[in-house]
């Protein structure tokens, strides 16, 4: 097997790309729903509320940075991850997120409280 070593700043671009392929979210809403099951256009369309050209737009992005694949059948094209990781990885930034916003909540009633003490004073 022939294999290209990545300079670290083509790895690092590398790895930027995969995560701007993410930035959008129509996209990550598209990998929430296809992560499970192949869907096709119609579909997502109808998960999602959106009209076709939009939902195509964002497939056609994940798709050139292969994070979803394109199966066609018949006269229907499906789509799916490519990779099982990405659903993990969706879900360990749920939990980073989770513990993001519980760590705001925390400050925020303790911002609730001490306005409460400076308005008793």
Same mark, same amino acid.
């Given at each position: 097997?022939?294999?290209?070593?990545? %300079?670290?700043?083509?790895? *690092?671009? @590398?790895?930027? $790309? @995969? @995560?701007?392929?993410?930035?959008?979210?129509?996209?990550?809403?598209?990998?929430?729903?296809?992560?499970? +099951?192949? &869907?096709?256009? *119609?579909?997502? *369309?109808?998960?999602?509320?959106? $009209?076709?050209?939009?939902?195509? /737009? =964002?497939? %056609?992005?994940?798709? %050139?940075?292969?994070?979803?694949?394109?199966?066609? =059948?018949?006269?229907?094209?499906?789509?799916?991850?490519?990779?099982?990781?990405?659903?993990?990885? !969706? $879900?360990? %930034?749920?939990?980073? @997120?989770? +513990? /993001? !916003?519980?760590?705001? =909540?925390?400050?925020?009633?303790?911002? &609730?409280?001490?306005?409460?003490? *400076?308005?008793?004073?």
């Amino acid at each position: 097997m022939f294999r290209v070593a990545l %300079a670290p700043r083509d790895l *690092q671009t @590398f790895k930027a $790309d @995969f @995560f701007k392929a993410l930035a959008h979210p129509v996209r990550i809403r598209v990998l929430e729903i296809v992560r499970g +099951s192949e &869907r096709t256009v *119609q579909e997502l *369309q109808e998960a999602l509320g959106l $009209d076709q050209s939009t939902v195509s /737009q =964002q497939l %056609a992005v994940l798709r %050139a940075k292969h994070v979803v694949r394109a199966r066609k =059948q018949g006269t229907t094209v499906r789509y799916t991850v490519v990779d099982p990781l990405v659903g993990e990885l !969706l $879900d360990v %930034a749920r939990r980073l @997120f989770n +513990s /993001q !916003l519980t760590g705001t =909540q925390t400050l925020l009633r303790e911002l &609730r409280r001490e306005t409460r003490r *400076q308005v008793r004073r």
